[in-house]
């Protein structure tokens, strides 16, 4: 620690820091535009000018940018003089002079940063009185509206779009005093993660262009914590709503897992919730109209046994509570046999114990990066763009001679320009990350696992070298090997996405043959959906074996949760399975194949309708809290319904049925492998000086007048018996606990620059730390353990061509294709071919081939990928038009259709 003095006050702070994060860190309100925690400071904004003085005995001072100076020993310093206020003020003042005054119509305004820095230095008259320059905006996709007449040059936008998410569309273009952000023509912008510039931008330059569409204002909207719904990773997010809809998602800071950024896909999949199709009331099928669905379900609960179908998107409650409906002898997992397989590879490498799960945080902090069988930026995008970090490691440790502070980010990129650590990309075809890659591997699954086994035989001799291997690939995995041991903190990241367990395994002995050398390597595994993790914790058995034991008779009524068989397997096999039952019991949000073959249909609610908890990736527990409730009084959490009929189908039909808690209680006693699953949030009798937490800000309005058509009065507000959360504005007005808070707001910090607040230090953990609790594997048990099996070489076959799922942030995830603006960014269905292949075939790019998948034919125009091996081919994973794939899968061409 050193001390330095602030308006002649001493404090005793954290070396290595800038001035300005120290203040932050101090509870001292300093404005600032340019600098980000996660960006550090390039000084282009001069908003946070401070006085420097040599000692104490200096009464003259020289004005210094707080985010410019580092902290040193007996500095000191005052935020209050006179000079540095009038600066700043003056500084805003000229900031502001073509700013429009539109706040009253802007989308920002009232959760504006620039509000807020303007008002912090006290300038609150313009004196400008001459005309304002002007732009021509642009159109950027359906995701950002851009009003650059808005901008104030802080140059936020760019050092993120370019220098952080690598993004190559958005740039700075500039004529003496006119400078604009944005394309060099209209267009969709193509980086992952663009929709991030809605909240780094510090003005109302690129706003949500879904919020918009129904415009509500940040203060209006009820909000709660929440989880993302569309890959493994578990960011946290805040999903606001406002007259019953979903309106918007944020992110929500935590430290360990997403930090201040979201993917594309979860900022703007949410709209599912809205979708005017949802399934919104219950239904009996024709033949049953004569029932209500009372005696409809009497008569299903006393017909004979039940077999229960889980799902991988629907909360560990609702699974369990399905699991106690049917019985654990009568429950699956709802998944294909060979991703149920795969998830429990992942879950015994977890118990194992021996290689360590990384969080996505310390992913940013790997020196040296192997990515096995994996396209990051479609499959788990947080992950990649956590990679566009950790290529920066090694030279930012290599620079540490020059004495340049990591937060001066301008001096740092010029001084490491384009040096990159070591990267090695091993997947089918090209990907995002290959650009940033030191070496890459387009091969076949088989191989690209036979790689991996050769990596892990030149780090431990004792591991087995795969036969016949090219010399060329196993020098590649010689030169990979020493790169890996070198390493301090080398990361090898592998997943489910080729459903190839052989990679899995080559993974895992990579990672356990560097821990021999006593160093920290980490293994980060991508797993398919938000619960993957928390439903293969549970070991049941797979949707196979579900088949299996309809055929032999003895159930009369399947009941499915939340999860679309036709995604899961061919179509024929799934219309077999649910013929074999006289009674099929769904439970879903949205309308699909699945709910189409229900003859009772139940209203499940989505995420933002109910609460819950998810296990991500690497076993981090954590839960999605409520944000409002549903119009329909038919809609209800999966785990509701279901904890009903269980207690009717025992003779008891309670007056209230049980809190969240008691099912997470009887979920722990039940299967000790979720122990401390119940501390991921505060229980719902949680009070602080016995207040609940406010979903509604504390300016919230309109309560009386939303409902004004139907009375005048102001209805009784929702009470809310699961969490410690209220839907009001009234309750606790100061910070709650990092799982519980639904907003970020300071007095003086309206917008979301204003988590620092909240932070136990600027950029750092939350106050009382991140949420979330990692789960233990040990008390699980598995029948198979970790042998390993070294494939043989991929062979082509000459009349079929072996299929590979590529997987699209955009598309291939079941809930976020209901989104209007994601569907828009969705691919068509395709084919893709090595040009030998597609010569072979006879067809050329554009060209439709007709190929049998399974037992069902496909029209795919043909897209060339000349890196793809041949013999193999690629097709989008899980597209809707493309559902009713058995993977693995096999193609045969019938025909070409030029």
Request: aromatic share 8%; charged share 25%; proline share 6%.
């Amino acid at each position: 620690m050193v001390r330095i003095y602030i308006d002649q006050k001493p404090y005793d702070v954290k070396p290595g820091k800038n001035l300005l994060e120290t203040c932050l860190t101090l509870g001292l309100d300093l404005p600032y535009f340019c600098w980000h925690p996660a960006m550090g400071s390039v000084g282009a904004c001069r908003q946070c000018a401070v006085k420097l003085f040599k000692d104490e005995n200096d009464k003259t001072g020289r004005l210094a940018m707080a985010c410019m100076e580092g902290v040193r020993d007996n500095m000191y310093l005052s935020v209050n003089d006179t000079a540095a206020h009038d600066f700043r003020s003056q500084n805003i003042e000229w900031l502001m002079s073509n700013h429009p005054h539109d706040c009253a119509v802007c989308d920002e305004g009232g959760s504006c940063h620039l509000q807020d820095m303007t008002v912090m230095t006290g300038h609150a008259y313009r004196r400008f009185r001459y005309p304002k320059r002007t732009y021509q905006n642009q159109y950027l996709g359906p995701f950002l509206h851009h009003e650059m007449n808005r901008c104030i040059q802080c140059y936020r936008c760019v050092r993120f779009y370019k220098d952080y998410a690598g993004g190559k569309d958005l740039d700075v273009f500039a004529a003496h005093n006119h400078v604009y952000f944005g394309r060099e023509k209209d267009g969709v912008l193509e980086n992952e993660f663009s929709g991030n510039l809605a909240e780094v931008c510090p003005t109302g330059v690129f706003t949500d262009k879904t919020l918009r569409e129904h415009y509500t204002r940040k203060w209006d909207m009820t909000m709660a914590p929440s989880i993302c719904q569309h890959c493994s990773l578990g960011c946290n997010i805040i999903a606001g709503e406002r007259y019953g809809a979903l309106r918007q998602i944020t992110n929500r800071f935590n430290g360990e897992v997403n930090g201040y950024f979201i993917c594309d896909r979860g900022r703007y999949g949410y709209e599912f919730v809205n979708d005017p199709d949802r399934v919104r009331q219950p239904f009996v099928r024709a033949e049953n109209e004569g029932n209500n669905l009372f005696e409809s379900l009497n008569a299903i609960f006393t017909e004979g046994p039940m077999i229960g179908i889980g799902s991988p998107r629907a909360s560990l409650e609702a699974n369990f509570a399905l699991r106690r409906l049917v019985g654990e002898a009568n429950f699956y997992q709802g998944i294909p046999e060979d991703e149920a397989r795969l998830l429990d590879k992942v879950l015994a490498i977890r118990k194992n114990g021996n290689v360590y799960s990384p969080s996505l945080k310390e992913t940013e902090y790997a020196d040296v990066v192997l990515v096995l069988g994996e396209d990051p930026t479609n499959s788990a995008p947080r992950l990649a763009l956590a990679l566009r970090q950790a290529v920066r490691t090694k030279p930012l440790e290599d620079m540490a001679p020059s004495n340049i502070p990591l937060w001066h980010d301008a001096a740092v990129r010029e001084l490491i320009q384009d040096d990159k650590g070591a990267l090695f990309m091993a997947y089918p075809v090209h990907t995002k990350l290959d650009e940033l890659a030191s070496g890459t591997l387009h091969a076949a699954p088989e191989d690209i696992a036979r790689f991996g086994f050769a990596i892990a035989h030149y780090i431990d001799g004792n591991e087995a070298l795969p036969e016949s291997m090219e010399p060329q690939a196993l020098e590649s995995a010689r030169r990979m090997a020493d790169l890996l041991q070198k390493a301090k903190r080398p990361l090898i990241v592998s997943g489910t996405s080729l459903l190839n367990e052989a990679i899995i395994q080559a993974a895992y002995r990579i990672g356990r043959a560097l821990e021999k050398d006593d160093r920290k390597a980490g293994l980060c595994l991508v797993i398919p959906e938000c619960n993957s993790a928390g439903l293969a914790m549970m070991q049941a058995p797979s949707l196979r074996q579900a088949m299996k034991a309809a055929e032999t008779g003895g159930f009369t009524t399947a009941i499915i949760l939340e999860n679309d068989l036709y995604r899961r397997g061919e179509r024929s096999g799934v219309d077999r399975f649910l013929n074999a039952f006289k009674n099929i019991m769904v439970l879903d949000h949205i309308q699909n194949d699945t709910t189409s073959k229900a003859t009772i249909l139940l209203p499940a609610a989505t995420f933002a309708e109910g609460e819950g908890t998810l296990v991500n990736n690497e076993l981090r527990a954590q839960r999605f809290f409520q944000v409002f409730m549903p119009k329909n009084e038919h809609i209800r959490e999966s785990w509701r319904w279901l904890d009903e009929f269980r207690q009717f189908r025992e003779g008891t039909m309670p007056d209230e049925l049980r809190e969240l808690d008691n099912l997470l209680e009887e979920l722990v006693a039940s299967m000790p492998q979720f122990k401390g699953v119940e501390a991921a949030a505060p229980l719902s009798d949680f009070r602080i000086n016995g207040q609940r937490i406010p979903r509604e800000p504390h300016r919230f309005s309109g309560r009386t007048a939303m409902l004004a058509n139907v009375a005048v009065s102001e209805p009784k507000p929702p009470e809310d018996t699961d969490s410690p959360l209220s839907f009001t504005m009234e309750g606790y007005r100061g910070m709650p606990p990092a799982p519980l808070t639904p907003f970020y707001w300071s007095p003086g910090w309206n917008s979301g620059q204003s988590v620092h607040k909240y932070q136990s230090e600027a950029g750092g953990a939350l106050r009382g730390g991140d949420p979330g609790v990692r789960l233990s594997a040990e008390a699980l048990h598995f029948a198979n353990g970790l042998s390993t099996h070294i494939p043989p070489a991929f062979e082509r076959q000459e009349n079929e061509m072996t299929l590979v799922p590529l997987p699209h942030i955009f598309g291939s995830d079941e809930l976020s294709v209901h989104s209007p603006s994601v569907e828009s960014r969705s691919p068509r269905p395709y084919i893709a071919l090595n040009g030998l292949d597609a010569a072979r075939l006879q067809v050329a790019e554009g060209d439709v081939l007709q190929m049998q998948i399974g037992g069902q034919v496909y029209d795919l125009p043909v897209i060339r990928k000349d890196e793809i091996p041949q013999g193999l081919a690629g097709l989008p994973y899980n597209l809707p038009a493309l559902s009713g794939i058995a993977w693995p899968a096999k193609g045969v061409l019938t025909k070409a259709m030029l």
